[in-house]
């Protein structure tokens, strides 16, 4: 399977699609009746006062999930091969993406992290374009803006912005006005807000937005150990793409080394962001899925030995597949 996505042939968009619904038939067959989709942080809600929740019967709901899926993956796919982080076209990003989309049950529906992935490919686009930009300030204010929007849909996206900073830092030489700037774009979006909440009257308690980023890190997260061995090959594909990225690093040009650089920045501190939402959830871990598949493709791309790259990706299937149909 892996050799056909290594070609850039349009065909292969359909072999996505097939498997976009291969990868979520185990959860259909096991969902509940209805599943609840909420789309707004509570402080945000009133934007839409009347509106903020839907209960959708679960077949729509997975289906429209996998519908912004199969989007998001194509994007993530013209992503790297616009800016060449693979070195040349192919299908992979995208076959990732999907398949790492659906890595875990929670994965599967909708969610506000799964709609901030759109805003996260946005700011991929507008990051990158960090390097060869002669003014950076117009990009920096668009991002600290795209941040904010993606705050008031799902709060723990505000340490986004730091992916911000470590743009300016990989890609431009200092300078304090691209710094600042971004967070005049954030501020933007929040004053208004701020504007909403004064002619609500309940201006007070528009200080304590910001309230859960005074949470404490948690010193343990509780884990089902057997819904987990799903990701040994996830870890074991990854440590070998880190590898193959090692092994070519100083031959790359200077702009995809610093583009990897950027990937592996965002991808810490959407993992450790978790811990702002007082109620745990798996689905905010989508947020590192974008660069993640771009790791993995780069891996599959590279990889020589066709027997135990394609076993190990076999085994990502069947193990997402499997852990689908049984709830220990």
């Not at 076959?95 to 992290?113: C, E, G, K, Q, R």
């Not at 005049?184 to 909403?196: P, R």
Request: net charge positive; aromatic share 22%.
């Amino acid at each position: 399977m892996i050799n056909v996505f290594r070609s850039y042939n349009p065909i292969n968009i359909i072999w996505l699609g097939i498997l976009l619904f291969l990868l979520r038939a185990g959860y259909v067959y096991n969902a509940p009746a209805h599943v609840e989709f909420t789309y707004l942080e509570p402080f945000a809600r009133l934007l839409a006062p009347d509106a903020y929740h839907y209960a959708f019967p679960a077949l729509v709901n997975v289906f429209l999930a996998a519908v912004l899926v199969f989007i998001q993956a194509l994007l993530v796919n013209r992503l790297a091969n616009q800016y060449g982080l693979l070195g040349r076209p192919s299908f992979l990003p995208a076959l990732m993406y999907i398949v790492l989309s659906a890595l875990f049950t929670p994965f599967l529906t909708l969610s506000p992290p799964l709609i901030c992935n759109f805003l996260l490919i946005w700011m991929f686009y507008k990051l990158f374009d960090l390097y060869k930009g002669d003014d950076a300030k117009s990009i920096t204010y668009d991002l600290g803006m795209i941040v904010a929007i993606g705050s008031l849909i799902y709060f723990p996206f505000i340490y986004l912005f730091l992916t911000i900073w470590a743009a300016l830092v990989l890609f431009r030489p200092f300078n304090w006005r691209e710094w600042i700037i971004g967070i005049m774009g954030y501020a933007t979006i929040f004053f208004f807000l701020a504007v909403i909440y004064y002619l609500r009257n309940k201006l007070p308690a528009f200080a304590d937005i910001w309230t859960p980023l005074a949470t404490k890190f948690p010193t343990h997260v509780s884990i089902n150990t057997y819904n987990y061995l799903v990701l040994v090959p996830v870890i074991v594909i990854f440590a070998f793409g880190i590898v193959r990225i090692q092994q070519v690093f100083f031959r790359s040009y200077v702009q995809i080394r610093k583009s990897f650089q950027l990937l592996f920045v965002t991808f810490l501190i959407a993992g450790l962001s978790f811990y702002v939402k007082a109620q745990f959830s798996l689905t905010h871990f989508l947020l590192c899925v974008i660069p993640l598949s771009i790791f993995f493709a780069y891996y599959f791309l590279y990889a020589s030995a066709r027997w135990f790259y394609e076993s190990l990706f076999l085994i990502l299937l069947v193990s997402i597949v499997y852990f689908q149909f049984n709830n220990f």
